[in-house]
């Protein structure tokens, strides 16, 4: 069974920094893109930033030049750099990725985390 499993959230002060990890187990062919997700309470899901396979990233407007997103393809790790993080910035924070399991037949599913708190507070 393909898990997605997100550590690294926490409390921190405005203009902090925390990184978030997202690893993937299980039985796993393939992975093409990953991302990073956030709800605030109140508000809908929303982008944060995408990863392809290759290293092609994409940004929401929001966070560009403060978050920067990576993943390590041998260890099947996905990672989100926050940095000058602010309050509104507060919210869970998903991992998402397609992935093509072993033994299901071919295609890609869409897989998520089960999400990690970050609240940026003084």
């Known amino acids: 069974q393909v898990q997605l499993v997100e550590s690294g959230g926490g409390l921190v002060q405005p203009g902090g920094s925390l990184r978030l990890s997202c690893a993937a187990s299980g039985s796993i062919f393939s992975i093409n893109t990953m991302g990073w997700y956030r709800q605030a309470p109140g508000k809908q899901r929303e982008l944060v930033a995408t990863i392809t396979r290759g290293g092609t990233t994409n940004y929401a407007d929001s966070v560009k030049g403060r978050f920067t997103i990576s993943r390590d393809n041998a260890k099947i790790t996905m990672y989100l750099q926050m940095n000058s993080l602010q309050p509104e910035d507060t919210a869970v924070y998903f991992c998402?990725?397609?992935?093509?399991?072993?033994?299901?037949?071919?295609?890609?599913?869409?897989?998520w985390g089960q999400g990690t708190q970050v609240t940026v507070s003084s």
């Open positions: 998402n990725a397609l992935i093509t399991p072993r033994g299901l037949g071919p295609g890609a599913r869409d897989y």
